[in-house]
């Protein structure tokens, strides 16, 4: 479209809730998760009008819609649109808003807002958005002047997926919905992404040649399949180990001989002894965050190990490390520039380093002993045998998240998003998301018996349009992280941690879906192609024994860890005797009827 075609657009008069819809199709977004509220009716109004281009993705509850806005913009790179209410509307999504900012996820997020003329009279459902989302998002804002809803959309796209991408939140006054104008649209304007500067690569081989203990560190979102290509033919082609940040395995293939597992809560505790003895850190899309660096531990701040940073957002380059090289660069451009530079000819001189990481790696897979009915660790390898090539796996937050990373290879086309900044409730809607955005591929949600409770519900809104995710209820009747922090710095006072739940099962056929009980390792992998071959969506619940703590020490062992390292001047407080439970489904001793 040339200019003047551009600034005539679609002269004719236009509500503003149709203006602003009309502004979602012309900036490239497909996709809306909202739940419905009075103080947006007539942008519901204006997507009627633009139902064939833009799903509407009616949700049950705010910040799941949020949640599922983020996981389809992080898998597909594309912001997605979500609308909430004013007040408590906005209360509910703001986490999934701090969720897309600390994932780096582009996010659009529109509020109904008070009509002008009430401004500052703490009107019903009144709160200044601009105030409440200042630290949570990239930009905040608030719409007034319905012929700037085009201007102000556009902008907030590019801002949305600029640098380091995140999420957008802008309110919408009442009036200014009804509002008649007339106004162009304006269309979609590519933004050119910043490249790496052909000297600075150079000055990263020259540091490289001369490490004998390299570990290359990739996180960021935003990857392409041509970037994750390149960066794993760069990284292949010079034998350098990889290792990736937390929750983001999606940005290398796990199977290949060179990656030596994640770095974030959980990780290999041989990985990070590994990790202190490097002597030259490569971080390509990873901040270098409090997760990835075990609250800022395993290497000091400013840097007591050489690290090349390479970031689209230089403000991110040196936030906390201050890096030898810093390279400000599109993720994606600076993998195909980095791959097609001649890489030194092997052996390499840290090949014997790759290979002992990698041996690493292949040992911490090996899945400990445990003489309950119920392994979670072989239940994830066999897990990793039966997912598609192509499956998309969520995750919440919760101490069973660490089962999959350890035990689970992710192949080159396979998914695993999880929310890094530990947000509870995040699987469920996250897994409706994306089998929206990719009905095609199988979807997979791992959530903790807590999380699922938050969000579950939501199940609805995948039957609603009709989409069949699987979820894997891990239940051990707790919440399990906390429970683990009081077991090491409060050994057997349990305080506020227990849960009481209902039958998952019973919950998903309420639905008219498929629903599974699985007590012992031998049934899972049975009940998940029954779960896939059902072709509904499905609640496979995993009766996980509560001893199963974290995947590498049971209560017990934490208990006596404890008090080993406790002086023997305080006798010990015996905990209640726990009673028997789940005896009317056979499950093992500590899990629920």
Same mark, same amino acid.
């Given at each position: 479209? %040339?200019?003047?075609?551009?600034?005539?657009?679609?002269?004719?008069?236009?509500?503003?809730?149709?203006?602003?819809?009309?502004?979602?199709?012309?900036?490239?977004?497909?996709?809306?998760?909202?739940?419905?509220?009075?103080? #947006?009716?007539?942008?519901?109004?204006?997507?009627? %009008?633009?139902?064939?281009?833009?799903?509407?993705?009616?949700?049950?509850?705010?910040?799941?819609?949020?949640?599922?806005?983020?996981?389809?913009?992080?898998?597909?790179?594309?912001?997605?649109?979500?609308?909430?209410?004013?007040?408590?509307?906005?209360?509910?999504?703001?986490?999934?808003?701090?969720?897309?900012?600390? %994932?780096?996820?582009?996010?659009?997020?529109?509020?109904?807002?008070?009509?002008?003329?009430?401004?500052?009279?703490?009107?019903?459902?009144?709160?200044?958005?601009?105030?409440?989302?200042?630290?949570?998002?990239?930009?905040?804002?608030?719409?007034?002047?319905?012929?700037?809803?085009?201007?102000?959309?556009?902008?907030?796209?590019?801002?949305?997926?600029?640098?380091?991408?995140?999420?957008?939140?802008?309110?919408?006054?009442?009036?200014?919905?009804?509002?008649?104008?007339?106004?162009?649209?304006?269309?979609?304007?590519? /933004?050119?992404?910043?490249?790496?500067?052909?000297?600075?690569?150079?000055?990263?081989?020259?540091?490289?040649?001369?490490?004998? =203990?390299?570990?290359?560190?990739?996180?960021?979102?935003?990857?392409?399949?041509?970037?994750?290509?390149?960066?794993?033919?760069?990284?292949?082609?010079?034998?350098?180990?990889?290792?990736?940040?937390?929750?983001?395995?999606?940005?290398?293939?796990?199977?290949?001989?060179?990656?030596?597992?994640?770095?974030?809560?959980?990780?290999?505790?041989?990985?990070?002894?590994?990790?202190?003895?490097?002597?030259?850190?490569?971080?390509?899309?990873?901040?270098?965050?409090?997760?990835?660096?075990?609250?800022?531990?395993?290497?000091?701040?400013?840097?007591?190990?050489?690290?090349?940073? /390479?970031?689209?957002?230089?403000?991110?380059?040196?936030? /906390?490390?201050?890096?030898?090289?810093?390279?400000?660069?599109?993720?994606?451009? #600076?993998?195909?520039?980095?791959?097609?530079?001649?890489?030194?000819?092997?052996?390499?001189?840290?090949?014997?380093?790759?290979?002992?990481?990698?041996?690493?790696?292949?040992?911490? =897979?090996?899945?400990?002993?445990?003489? &309950?009915?119920?392994?979670?660790?072989?239940?994830?390898?066999?897990? %990793?045998?039966?997912?598609?090539?192509?499956?998309?796996?969520?995750?919440?937050?919760?101490?069973?998240?660490?089962?999959?990373?350890?035990?689970?290879? #992710?192949?080159?086309?396979?998914?695993?998003?999880?929310?890094?900044?530990?947000?509870?409730?995040?699987?469920?809607?996250?897994?409706?998301?994306?089998?929206?955005?990719?009905?095609?591929?199988?979807?997979?949600?791992?959530?903790?018996?807590?999380?699922?409770?938050?969000?579950?519900?939501?199940?609805?809104?995948?039957?609603?349009? &009709?989409?069949?995710?699987?979820?894997?209820?891990?239940?051990?009747?707790?919440?399990?992280?906390?429970?683990?922090?009081?077991?090491?710095?409060?050994?057997?006072?349990?305080?506020?941690?227990?849960?009481?739940?209902?039958?998952?099962?019973?919950?998903?056929?309420? #639905?008219?879906?498929?629903?599974?009980?699985?007590?012992?390792?031998?049934?899972?992998?049975?009940?998940?192609?029954?779960?896939?071959?059902?072709? =509904?969506?499905?609640?496979?619940?995993?009766?996980?024994?509560?001893?199963?703590?974290?995947?590498?020490?049971?209560?017990?062992?934490?208990?006596?860890?404890?008090?080993?390292?406790?002086?023997?001047?305080?006798?010990?407080?015996?905990?209640?005797?726990?009673?028997?439970?789940?005896?009317?489904?056979?499950?093992?001793?500590?899990?629920?009827?």
């Amino acid at each position: 479209m %040339d200019l003047s075609q551009a600034r005539k657009g679609r002269l004719v008069p236009r509500m503003g809730g149709r203006v602003l819809a009309d502004a979602l199709v012309a900036q490239g977004i497909d996709h809306v998760f909202a739940v419905p509220g009075e103080s #947006f009716l007539d942008v519901l109004d204006g997507l009627y %009008d633009n139902r064939q281009k833009l799903k509407l993705v009616t949700c049950r509850f705010e910040g799941a819609a949020v949640h599922m806005a983020e996981a389809y913009g992080k898998l597909t790179g594309r912001p997605a649109a979500a609308f909430v209410t004013r007040g408590p509307g906005a209360c509910h999504g703001s986490i999934g808003v701090h969720v897309a900012m600390q %994932d780096s996820t582009p996010l659009l997020l529109f509020v109904g807002q008070i009509p002008l003329a009430d401004t500052g009279r703490d009107a019903f459902q009144e709160v200044d958005y601009r105030q409440m989302f200042a630290p949570l998002a990239k930009w905040t804002t608030q719409i007034d002047q319905a012929a700037r809803i085009p201007e102000v959309v556009a902008h907030a796209i590019d801002v949305a997926i600029s640098g380091r991408p995140g999420p957008v939140v802008i309110a919408l006054s009442e009036e200014m919905q009804r509002d008649i104008v007339e106004v162009p649209d304006v269309p979609r304007a590519p /933004v050119a992404a910043p490249l790496a500067d052909p000297a600075a690569l150079a000055r990263l081989e020259a540091l490289l040649s001369q490490a004998r =203990r390299p570990l290359l560190v990739l996180g960021g979102s935003g990857w392409s399949a041509a970037g994750r290509e390149a960066i794993t033919e760069f990284a292949t082609a010079r034998g350098l180990p990889v290792a990736v940040g937390f929750r983001r395995q999606a940005v290398y293939d796990g199977t290949r001989e060179n990656f030596v597992g994640d770095l974030g809560v959980g990780a290999d505790p041989a990985l990070l002894a590994k990790a202190r003895d490097a002597d030259l850190i490569l971080a390509i899309g990873s901040r270098l965050g409090d997760a990835v660096t075990q609250g800022y531990a395993l290497f000091t701040p400013p840097g007591d190990v050489p690290i090349v940073q /390479v970031y689209p957002d230089g403000a991110e380059i040196g936030r /906390v490390y201050r890096p030898v090289l810093g390279i400000v660069s599109d993720l994606n451009a #600076f993998a195909v520039a980095a791959a097609s530079r001649p890489a030194p000819a092997a052996p390499h001189p840290w090949d014997g380093w790759t290979a002992e990481l990698r041996r690493l790696r292949e040992a911490g =897979r090996e899945v400990p002993d445990y003489a &309950g009915p119920l392994n979670l660790g072989t239940a994830m390898r066999a897990l %990793d045998g039966v997912l598609t090539s192509d499956a998309i796996v969520t995750t919440d937050a919760g101490n069973f998240a660490t089962w999959a990373p350890r035990f689970i290879n #992710f192949s080159e086309d396979q998914r695993y998003i999880g929310p890094t900044n530990g947000a509870m409730g995040y699987a469920v809607p996250a897994a409706v998301g994306a089998k929206i955005a990719f009905p095609d591929r199988m979807v997979v949600a791992m959530v903790g018996d807590g999380g699922f409770l938050m969000t579950g519900q939501e199940i609805a809104t995948a039957f609603h349009h &009709g989409v069949a995710p699987i979820v894997l209820v891990f239940n051990n009747q707790m919440y399990g992280t906390i429970r683990m922090h009081q077991e090491r710095t409060y050994p057997a006072r349990v305080s506020g941690t227990a849960l009481t739940n209902p039958d998952f099962v019973r919950f998903i056929e309420a #639905f008219g879906g498929h629903g599974e009980l699985v007590t012992s390792t031998e049934a899972f992998v049975p009940a998940f192609q029954r779960a896939v071959a059902s072709g =509904r969506p499905a609640v496979i619940e995993l009766a996980v024994d509560p001893e199963q703590i974290t995947t590498r020490a049971t209560i017990a062992d934490l208990r006596a860890g404890r008090a080993a390292a406790k002086p023997a001047a305080k006798p010990k407080r015996t905990p209640a005797a726990a009673r028997p439970t789940g005896a009317a489904r056979g499950k093992p001793a500590g899990t629920r009827a």
